[in-house]
């Protein structure tokens, strides 16, 4: 028997050197015959890709039984050596496993969920991940996702639960529901390769008898192992675990998640914890609501108690208005050449009872008076009243430096018509 070592296996005519240590030597004396020659290598550790692997002391002596049995030119070199060798045995790596995992947005911190899976995709796992829209309906959603596969593994879903409920998006999947989805869910089938799982992570949904029944009635639809939890799933802190305690089958897939997710993702999926927090959303949306209505409200009065002031503004103004246009307008010439004409004006001023807007004009007596009244006319309409304080003498008026009187009214007449233009209709003259 040989020791635990390694051999040289030494064969002719080929072209390659195992990485074992196999080198191949041509017979000199027979070029068309292969001899085979065993001899001990000194200690060394072999790795090999090959299905040949590293022989042993039993697999040496099967060796030498196999081809003794099919070539007789073997010469098989054995040195016996005091040192024992190491046998190193690797475990036999399979295909890689092509899994899906869905996660309804409604998980808290979902987007972390999502990166850890991407972040396990970069390392080389075959894992992709989809998000499901809380406003669509959870089944059609994933049936659109499987559609793009083939030959699934494993497909992951991630969502809320309670005893015997699945929350698929705006779907509430239980077992009074389920056979309205049966035709939907059961084209799943065709994903899954044999002895493929689906592994569910929603809190407590296998924690009752109806929630197993559930569980099971998927793992006949999809053809599926399912996998569900009958207690909270995540954080521990939280009171959660990540183990899918109920198994309808082999589960041969991992949790989705890396051991990070597992310890600092902070939530769980507790559809009962989901509908508190839906419910206090809704409460602060509601309160929020509330303050909103109230501020718009406070701002309403406010423009409307604004709008008042403005109406009762432009009504004081309206009504002053309507009592300057109440007021008659009156024009009083005074000639300067009358005595003590201020005194006449200061009590035109002193005794107006606000009825009567009197516009007072002193003639200059160095100045034709004529013209200041056209002048001092120009820049009025609708005066109802004329009033001129001045000397008269025998059928004449004294009006600045110039007496008007029958015989120059005729040089006077077109500047007098004019007056016309800015007299009210009923105006006097006195």
């Known amino acids: 028997m040989l020791p635990n070592h390694c051999v040289r296996i030494i064969r002719d005519n080929s072209n390659f050197n195992h990485c074992l240590g196999v080198s191949f030597l041509k017979n000199k004396t027979n070029i068309n015959k292969a001899n085979l020659v065993f001899e001990e ?10 299905g040949l692997g590293v022989l042993t002391e039993s697999s040496v002596a099967t060796l030498q039984t196999l081809v003794h049995g099919e070539n007789e030119n073997i010469i098989i070199v054995q040195h016996q050596t005091e040192q024992s060798s190491t046998v190193i ?15 309804d947005s409604r998980a808290p911190n979902f987007q972390q969920l999502h990166n850890d ?3 396990a995709q970069q390392q080389g796992r075959d894992i992709n991940v989809v998000i499901l829209d809380v406003h669509r309906d959870g089944i059609e959603q994933i049936s659109e996702a499987l559609s793009k596969y083939h030959k699934l593994d494993a497909v992951h879903i991630v969502s809320h639960g309670k005893e015997g409920q699945l929350q698929l998006g705006t779907t509430q999947l239980n077992n009074q529901n389920l056979k309205q989805h049966n035709e939907e869910i059961n084209k799943w089938k065709q994903v899954f390769t044999d002895g493929g799982d689906l592994l569910i992570y929603g809190c407590n949904l296998a924690g009752t008898s109806s929630g197993t029944d559930l569980v099971n009635s998927l793992s006949g639809l999809t053809g599926a192992d399912v996998a569900a939890s009958d207690d909270v799933t995540g954080n521990t802190i939280l009171g959660g675990d990540w183990d899918l305690e109920y198994q309808t089958g082999d589960i041969e897939t991992s949790i989705a998640f890396t051991d990070d997710i597992k310890d600092n993702w902070q ?12 419910q206090q959303a809704v409460a602060e949306e509601q309160q929020e609501a509330a303050l909103v209505a109230e501020s718009e409200a406070v701002l309403l009065a406010e423009e409307q108690e604004a709008e008042a002031d403005a109406i009762i503004n432009s009504q004081e103004a309206e009504q002053e208005a309507g009592i300057v246009e109440e007021q008659r307008l009156e024009i009083v010439f005074v000639d300067e050449s009358v005595d003590d004409y201020q005194a006449f004006i200061d009590d035109i001023n002193n005794n107006n009872d606000g009825s009567i807007n009197f516009e007072v004009v002193l003639l200059d007596g160095d100045r034709n008076g004529l013209e200041q009244i056209s002048e001092t006319f120009a820049m009025f309409a609708d005066v109802d009243a004329v009033h001129i304080f001045s000397h008269g003498n025998d059928g004449s008026v004294k009006l600045g430096n110039t007496w008007l009187s029958d015989s120059n009214l005729a040089e006077y007449s077109d500047s007098i018509s004019t007056w016309a233009n800015s007299l009210d209709e009923s105006a006097d003259i006195l």
């Open 89 to 103: 045995h690797n475990k036999v790596q399979t295909d890689s496993r092509s899994e899906l995992v869905i996660i």
């Open 41 to 50: 290598l000194e200690p060394r550790l072999l790795l090999s890709a090959d």
């Open 117 to 119: 899976v991407i972040k």
């Open 267 to 278: 939530g769980t999926l507790n559809a009962d914890a989901l509908a508190v927090s839906q």
